[in-house]
């Protein structure tokens, strides 16, 4: 329910708080509403939940995150919600 | 020790439990509660109460949000799926969570329109490609995801989506450590705090549970070491005679939280004089609603939810086993009629519950022990 997903910005919008996102090779958008303005730029690294950027962290701390979810065997679960955020995705 | 040794640090690991076997005194027993749903899973999937003296208990607290809900919420929700030219939409989690009629997968199976998102923005987005539909998200979480379902509704309010609204079952945590703390067959001798949650509300909420009742609270991260680090800090306070809340979580918890996310709660939210939590009882001003500024996005107004109140399913002790007053194999219905397949209390349903997380590894530990 909690789970916090690290991933790594690729680019931001230019209109909407929103970022696009790698996590694990796979891209989506999520929403940084609730970062402070211009707290984060690509490359930078942030925790996602449910869709939205919850903090900016490092890149050790998104590696110390990750393994963290390796090893509750929920980065399973992390790739698959990050797949399923279609909020901000062309209409299929 | 099994799950331990698969961690890189497992060297560092046994150095803390050494320690934590140190600075325990063995002629006292300790109760410490871990708050968050998360620390459960992990205490249970690492094997940690192996590695820790007999005399520290871990009692599992109430943050674990399907396992708080009341049934009488589920149906309630429920009853939003019932009606005609509804879609309800909810998190993977809640899709298993038994109501009185069903689960809501069972009730989809049945006919019901009621879809999994994994963000409240997909279900707004769902809300804009059907129009002729009204959209109801099924809210639940604690203050890591309420900002989440807060900036989706200033989302849908600045889009101007009429047909979107939000059953609302947002909880907060630190009243529900103060009903813990107040109620007198429970005795907790110290806290490990939530991590994410406090990533969002920062540390100061949990300043009185020191200051007014004595009581270590130590913010903890999620990793085997974090959690045994703040076990560690929590029997140092102990036993200096000590109360203060500390921060283990540094790396992701800002002492003050995150401002804008409280900005967005405050803007969209107001806590509830009181809501009832699953074995706990009502809790005054422990969850939060819409404010009367957005109640054309607030479900419970606009279909008028019946308000139910159900009890546990009978044999079912999922109160006592929230409490801490049960360990989950104690309950009459444990692994026999309760199970992850079939799941009669919520406590089964989730991996953050203290039930499921006891079924998969406690009980699998001691099968290949024995």
Known sequence: ?92 | MKYVDEFRDAGIISGVAREIVRAADPSRLYRIMEVCGGHTHAIYRHGLRDVLPANIELVHGPGCPVCVLPTGRVDDGLAIAARENVILTCFGDMMRVPGTKGTPLELKARGADIRMVYSPLDALRIAASNPEKHVCFFAIGFETTAPSTALTILRAQELGVTNFSVFCNHVTIVPAMRAILDSPDMRIDGFVGPGHVSSITGCRPYEFIARDYGKPVVVSGFEPLDILESILLILRQLDAGEASVENQYKRIVPWEGNPPALMALARVFELRPYFEWRGLGFISQSALGLKPDFAGFDAEKLFNVPGVRVTDPRGAQCGEVLKGVLKPPQCKLFGTECNPEHPVGALMVSSEGACAAYYRYAMHASAVEA
């Open chain 1, 1 to 92: 329910m909690c789970l916090a997903i690290p991933g790594q910005i690729v680019e931001i919008a230019q209109k909407e708080p929103l970022a696009r996102v790698n996590v694990g090779g796979v891209t989506r958008n999520v929403n940084i509403g609730l970062l402070d303005d211009g707290a984060v730029a690509p490359g930078d690294w942030i925790l996602i939940h449910v869709g939205f950027a919850l903090s900016k962290i490092d890149e050790g701390q998104a590696h110390d995150q990750l393994r963290m979810l390796r090893a509750m065997g929920e980065d399973g679960l992390a790739i698959e919600e990050v797949r399923g955020y279609s909020f901000a995705e062309p209409s299929r």
